[in-house]
């Protein structure tokens, strides 16, 4: 085997990946809740596998923000804090207000995103989907809306903030069991944009953002 070459593991490296979705699947289903000691001895005899497996799969959900380390504390699952629910949501409002604002001059291939995301968060809530499942296409139109400005960095941004949200909206959707009122209010959103009401959508996406904030902020107990 060439040098270069030598340090490459599939087997292993798809083990630590079946390991973190696990641990995402218990977290965004509400067996492992906001600040559940994540410890390395007690996961690896669970999952049947290695501590240093384990360990890379805490580092990977750590990565999404799933995960908090601290020195001498280890890793728990993350608890969302009222500020910073508030602080990413008037940033997504930056974000994806810009998107809605370019809706009229933004490239089809752009539009038709948007209505493709949107089938497919409302189609995953008329068969029933997980939360994990749920929270990724709900996210994943939020973010399409961004691509409607044509700036890859801006996307990049808006990536990078929902998954600050990923952990806080499915403890949200698993309490409230509300992603049928959600999807109405996205589709909602879109026949604003398809019947040319920028203002009204822009108006209405505003209004969306902070009331998703004061909803996850309540539903969560947060102060």
């Not at 079946?18 to 600040?35: M, N």
């Not at 948007?114 to 968060?121: M, Q, S």
């Not at 409302?122 to 939020?142: C, I």
Request: proline share 3%.
């Amino acid at each position: 085997m060439p040098e270069a070459f030598a340090t490459l593991h599939l087997e292993h490296s798809s083990t630590v990946d079946r390991a973190a979705e696990e641990l995402r699947r218990a977290i965004f289903d509400g067996e492992l809740e906001s600040g559940t000691p994540l410890r390395e001895v007690a996961l690896a005899s669970s999952l049947g596998v290695s501590r240093p497996t384990v360990r890379e799969a805490l580092t990977v959900l750590v990565a999404e923000g799933l995960a908090t380390r601290e020195p001498h504390r280890g890793v728990s699952v993350s608890a969302p804090e009222a500020s910073s629910v508030r602080d990413v949501c008037a940033a997504r409002w930056v974000l994806e207000g810009a998107g809605v604002r370019r809706w009229r001059e933004a490239d089809e291939t752009h539009r038709q995103a948007v209505r493709t995301t949107l089938t497919a968060y409302t189609s995953a809530v008329r068969e029933g989907g997980s939360y994990q499942e749920l929270n990724e296409r709900h996210l994943a139109f939020h973010v399409s809306l961004v691509g409607l400005t044509g700036s890859p960095r801006l996307v990049a941004m808006a990536d990078e903030l929902v998954v600050e949200l990923k952990l806080a909206l499915a403890q949200v959707e698993r309490l409230r069991r509300n992603a049928h009122d959600e999807a109405d209010t996205h589709a909602a959103l879109v026949q604003l944009l398809e019947d040319d009401d920028i203002d009204g959508a822009s108006a209405f996406l505003e209004k969306h953002l902070e009331d998703a904030a004061a909803e996850i902020i309540e539903a969560l107990g947060l102060s």
